[in-house]
């Protein structure tokens, strides 16, 4: 067992039970053991590869992106790119060159991270040191500077922590970790329901909601209401809020249970885009999306992009295909149909690109 899991065991040896939201918020945010304070979890040494590790084509059509979407917001100088949890880096620099083709948005634009781990800090640090735009680091959003703002966020909302209720016995209780008689942790159940909760459902089945993402979302969209902007989420998840347990934790790429190893392995769960959607409205916003992150990326001109570093580098068109596939193919072990790509605007500004509808299709 992990440090931390140890830690957990000794506060529940009395009886006692934490929530899963909790757990989670412990597994990935504690201070000395959380797993993202801790390490760099990415690449094929780490736990898990996103989208911006996998090719550079990603973070420069979002680059991209974001010179089309000041463009559209009246291209206001000074404009705040402002990335939410940004990893390795990565992302933020191919944007950032390939943003290079709108030398009037490169000029206004000043770069926010926000992060909470200072081992990712670091990285991002070393990785933007020549990006050659002003770049400063935040722990929290809400210490962003104010004004016109477009925000990024990639695998960002899905490490949020989740409330989890389950059916039992005809009641919803709040989802919570024990210690069985070996000493183990193991899921149950609050002893009391909930009062509030009376949708119906089988026996088992599971509701998640989080209110840390619910919360976040809400502030978001009521600053870009407004201070003017937009948004774009990119994460796995779903468009329709449904029932089921999605907490999945990975370590070195392989499936692990949740509780094995907390601090030791990513935790996450499936966004609930349509819910982010409701916050974002209720406070003001506008919601493009959820789409595909295959049919946006499509949108976005991937598969010309692909096509042009291909013939640019003939020795990697291999690699440049397979990892194009891997961003929009919609099979098994493929990201195209499992995430999804979300935009959360002022109602000023109009559909961002890859949210247009698309004047080729009908509708
Ligand atoms: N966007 C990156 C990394 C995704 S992993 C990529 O696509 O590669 C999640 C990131 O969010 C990490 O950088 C992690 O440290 C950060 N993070 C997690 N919880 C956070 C929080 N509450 N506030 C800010 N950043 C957070």
Same mark, same amino acid.
């Given at each position: ?53 996998? &090719? ?39 944007? +950032? ?59 960002? /909302? ?14 919803? $209780? ?22 509030? +909760? ?6 088992? &089945? ?13 502030? /978001? ?33 392989? &499936? ?24 974002? $409205? ?17 949108? +976005? ?11 640019? &580098? ?50």
């Amino acid at each position: 067992m992990s440090a931390l899991g140890d830690q957990i065991k000794l506060t529940l040896a009395k009886g006692g039970t934490i929530t899963v939201e909790r757990f989670m918020e412990l597994a990935l945010a504690d201070p000395q053991y959380g797993y993202y304070m801790t390490r760099d979890p990415f690449g094929t040494e780490g736990d898990f590869t996103t989208a911006p590790e996998i &090719s550079q084509m990603f973070g420069e059509l979002i680059g991209l992106w974001a010179a089309e979407v000041w463009t559209s917001m009246g291209r206001p100088n000074p404009v705040r790119v402002i990335e939410l949890g940004p990893g390795r880096g990565t992302l933020m620099s191919d944007a +950032l060159r390939a943003a290079r083709v709108v030398p009037e948005f490169r000029a206004a634009l000043d770069v926010t991270l926000i992060e909470t781990s200072p081992p990712l800090a670091q990285i991002q640090y070393d990785a933007l040191l020549t990006a050659g735009a002003p770049i400063a680091w935040r722990g929290s959003f809400a210490e962003a500077p104010d004004g016109p703002a477009i925000i990024l966020a990639n695998e960002f /909302l899905d490490a949020l922590p989740v409330k989890q209720f389950e059916r039992r016995g005809g009641q919803w $209780r709040e989802r919570v970790v024990r210690l069985n008689g070996a000493g183990e942790l193991v899921f149950g159940v609050a002893d009391k329901p909930q009062p509030f +909760l009376n949708a119906e459902a089988d026996e088992g &089945s599971v509701i998640e909601v989080s209110a840390a993402a619910h919360r976040f979302m809400f502030e /978001l969209a009521a600053r870009l209401a407004k201070q003017g902007g937009a948004a774009l989420f990119l994460d796995y998840g779903h468009a329709v809020t449904g029932f089921g347990d999605t907490l999945q934790a990975l370590r070195a790429h392989i &499936s692990v249970g949740p509780l094995t190893e907390p601090g030791e392995c990513d935790l996450t769960a499936h966004v609930d885009f349509a819910a982010m959607a409701r916050s974002a $409205r209720a406070a003001g916003a506008a919601v493009h999306g959820p789409i595909d992150q295959g049919d946006f990326l499509r949108a +976005l001109g991937v598969d010309v992009r692909a096509r042009a570093l291909g013939e640019r &580098s003939p020795e990697r068109a291999g690699e440049i295909e397979a990892a194009r596939r891997r961003l929009v193919g919609k099979g098994d072990n493929e990201m195209g149909a499992l995430f999804k790509a979300m935009a959360v605007a002022n109602r000023a500004v109009p559909a961002p690109p890859g949210f247009q509808p698309n004047p080729a299709k009908p509708a």
